[in-house]
């Protein structure tokens, strides 16, 4: 099968009210073209130099997400279009895209990343810091990012109970944080968990995006 043919059998795969991102990290420009020119618009990148070239040389109707770990320094090279960063872990992060963004006069929508994995190398909050990043001052007065959900990854095993378990807990940390902060906020929405090989218990346990790459592209 062909890179559209990959994407629309994900497509099939998922229910309409889940947005998939297709990861294109590493991959040429040409197979977003191919996945471009078969009706693909949104992807996911996770450098944000190599981001850029891509938004630079491809067609400017592509929704662009940032889904790896982001370093401050390099905020300001995606900074002018990029519509979601999935993987928020800092108030210096914040802080960074906030600034960028209003050097280009926009307010860049941000998901909170939770450390909801069993693995040291996974970064995120866990639910008492997100608490007391949202009640702070600081945060209060960042005008230019807009929280609109939450992002977490499994820790990466077969083991699907934990799988599912940490998946849940990213669902209930989103139920806090709406309930808590963002019940009258309707564009707190987004709950993106879930990859090639566990999105479908991700959707299960409520994801709303999901970042789909070697099922789609083939391995890296």
């Known amino acids: 099968m062909n890179i559209s043919q990959n994407i629309d059998k994900v497509l099939k795969s998922i229910p309409e009210n889940v947005k998939l991102i297709a990861v294109s990290k590493t ?21 944000p130099q190599e981001l850029k070239q891509k938004y630079e040389g491809l067609p400017k109707d592509i929704e662009w997400h940032f889904i790896g770990h982001l370093q401050t320094n390099k ?13 928020v872990d800092s108030v210096k992060l914040l802080k960074e895209i906030n600034k ?18 069993d ?11 997100a608490k007391s990043l949202l009640n702070s001052e600081e945060f209060k007065s960042l005008e230019n990012i807009n929280i609109v959900g939450v992002m977490g990854m499994a820790t990466f095993t077969d083991n699907q109970d934990q799988v599912r378990s ?3 807990q990213l669902k209930k940390n989103y139920d806090d944080l709406k309930s808590e902060f963002f019940q009258e906020k309707n564009d707190f929405t987004e709950i993106s ?9 991700a959707i299960e346990e409520g994801s709303t995006m999901v970042r789909v790459g070697s099922s789609i592209f083939g391995a890296r």
Request: net charge negative; aromatic share 14%; glycine share 8%.
């Open 27 to 47: 991959k040429p420009q040409e197979d977003i073209v191919e996945a471009y020119e078969g009706g693909y618009r949104i992807f996911g990148e996770n450098k």
């Open 100 to 117: 960028q963004a209003l050097k280009h006069n926009r307010v860049v929508n941000c998901l909170l990343q939770f450390h909801i994995a």
């Open 75 to 87: 905020v300001k090279y995606i900074a002018e279009f990029v519509h979601l960063i999935h993987a």
């Open 166 to 168: 940490e998946f849940k």
């Open 193 to 201: 968990m879930g990859m090639s090989g566990d999105y479908k218990i």
């Open 119 to 129: 693995e040291e190398s996974k970064f995120g909050y866990n639910l008492s810091e």
